[in-house]
């Protein structure tokens, strides 16, 4: 069935680049996103993908696919305290009921000063 | 942005009782919402999608008498815990689906005593 895998940790200093991976099984996701969830909150829409493009960005966060590989990152310039949180990949796949995601496990970001 | 919110956002109940979490789309009508279950530190797991006047359609290992799923309207799904146990302890969060994205509710937290 489909999966989605990403690292489970990533530690960087306040201003550095964050680079989260991610890997994706299902070649028909039509969008691939990115949500952020901080602790005890529900999940905030990052960004999104659709499947024919290989690069998105939007202010600080640039999103690459590589269909091929099925692989998909998110890179935060400039990381701040701030974001500090749980990011999860997901990808979308169409279920009896209509279009649901599927989740990786999450990877938690720790951000230092 | 589009905006969900879920009430309540924390509730404390006996075992054997009945909890009723609701999960509306406040400035956009969504055919379809979804439910997902989350334990600390795990991923999200997708528990059913539920369209707009008709049933929904559970995942595999959902049980479909326990959680019981209402989606009379289009701004509005609920989901209810028939006789929780500790066991239904968990994070419960809902998402509406619009503009080809899914935008989630900030979470009800169940503890089930």
Not at chain 1, 84 to 113: D, H, P, R, W
Not at chain 2, 13 to 31: M, P, W
């Amino acid at each position: 069935g489909e999966d989605v895998e990403q690292s489970l940790f990533l530690s960087v200093r306040e201003g550095d680049s964050s680079v989260i991976n991610c890997t994706y099984t299902d070649s028909s996701s039509t969008y691939l996103y990115w949500y952020k969830q901080e602790p005890g909150a529900g999940l905030q829409l990052l960004t999104y993908i659709f499947s024919n493009m290989d690069m998105k960005q939007d202010q600080r966060l640039t999103v690459l696919l590589n269909k091929k590989d099925k692989h998909l990152s998110l890179r935060i310039a400039d990381t701040q305290t701030g974001d500090s949180a749980i990011y999860f990949c997901a990808e979308s796949f169409l279920n009896q009921a209509g279009t649901a995601l599927i989740f990786g496990k999450g990877t938690t970001l720790s951000v230092s000063s | 942005g589009a905006v969900v919110s879920q009430h309540p956002s924390w509730v404390i109940c006996k075992s054997g009782t009945s909890v009723k979490i609701e999960c509306r789309s406040l400035d956009f009508q969504a055919t379809t919402m979804f439910w997902y279950r989350q334990f600390p530190k795990q991923s999200l797991m997708l528990m059913a999608t539920s369209n707009e006047g008709s049933k929904a359609t559970y995942e595999q290992g959902v049980e479909k008498d326990k959680f019981l799923i209402n989606h009379a309207s289009l701004t509005l799904s609920t989901l209810t815990v028939t006789s929780a146990h500790p066991e239904d302890s968990s994070f419960y969060i809902c998402s509406a689906s619009a503009f080809e994205t899914q935008y989630f509710g900030p979470g009800t937290r169940l503890l089930v005593l």
